[in-house]
């Protein structure tokens, strides 16, 4: 049971390239998150999926899309990356409303 | 949206000291939660809060949901070496289901 996992650990991009963060759970949760990590600023929530099938926007939501593949798996995309979007990217699940489970995060730069 | 004070920033404290830290809200929360994030890893939860005045304990930790239900506290007794980390708090408003708030962190160091 690895709970939730997270790919990449690390990237680099240049201003304007476009990625994929990927995360997947094995703990057969309905809702699910993405968060940003800035210093001083705590953890933002970027979009979450309340269930299969359903995505909402959180509270930083621009320059972001995500993808709720199915159940398991909930994908972030950055479409042109900005400078701005530097940060740790951290993917939560849960099935209660309260008890997130979290990723070990992705360290993203962006140049 | 949602604002989330959580004091002190950051903390040095002596191994065997206690800790207290505390969290404030502009809105009141029915759900109040507290997790720790050791270096490189993701936020762990330690505790959850449900009602106003609750007290609750795990190990060497016990928090507390403000009755106002504006604030909340964690404390930490007799710290030691791997309570080095940050910790946040996190709230939930009526209403928002899933959606957490959380709180800038306190960054905890202990030395020996």
């Known amino acids: 049971n690895a709970g939730v996992t997270q790919t990449p650990k690390f990237q680099v991009l240049k201003t304007g390239q476009s990625m994929t963060l990927q995360c997947a759970q094995d703990?057969?949760?309905?809702?699910m998150y993405w968060y940003r990590q800035d210093p001083g600023m705590g953890l933002r929530l970027i979009y979450y999926?309340?269930?299969?099938?359903?995505?909402d926007k959180g509270e930083v939501p621009n320059g972001y899309n995500v993808s709720r593949l199915n159940k398991r798996e909930f994908s972030l995309r950055l479409e042109s990356a900005a400078p701005s979007q530097t940060s740790v990217y951290f993917c939560?699940?849960?099935?209660?409303?309260?008890?997130?489970?979290f990723g070990p995060g992705t360290r993203l730069t962006v140049l | 949206g949602q604002q989330l004070n959580q004091s002190p920033q950051s903390m040095f404290i002596q191994e065997g000291e206690d800790v207290s830290m505390n969290c404030t809200s502009s809105?009141?929360?029915?759900?109040w939660l507290w997790y720790k994030q050791d270096p490189g890893e993701g936020p762990v939860l330690l505790i959850a809060?449900?009602?106003?005045?609750e007290l609750t304990s795990n190990g060497r930790l016990t928090a507390q949901f403000g009755t106002t239900r504006k604030d909340s506290f964690l404390n930490i007794s007799a710290s030691i070496p791997s309570d080095v980390g940050i910790y946040f708090c996190?709230?939930?408003?009526?209403?928002?289901?899933?959606?957490?708030?959380f709180g800038t962190g306190t960054r905890l160091q202990v030395t020996l």
């Open positions: 809105s009141i929360f029915n759900t």
């Open positions: 809060l449900y009602k106003a005045g």
């Open positions: 703990m057969n949760h309905n809702s």
């Open positions: 999926s309340a269930s299969e099938g359903t995505t």
């Open positions: 996190a709230g939930r408003v009526y209403g928002t289901a899933s959606k957490l708030t």
């Open positions: 939560a699940s849960s099935e209660q409303s309260d008890t997130q489970y």
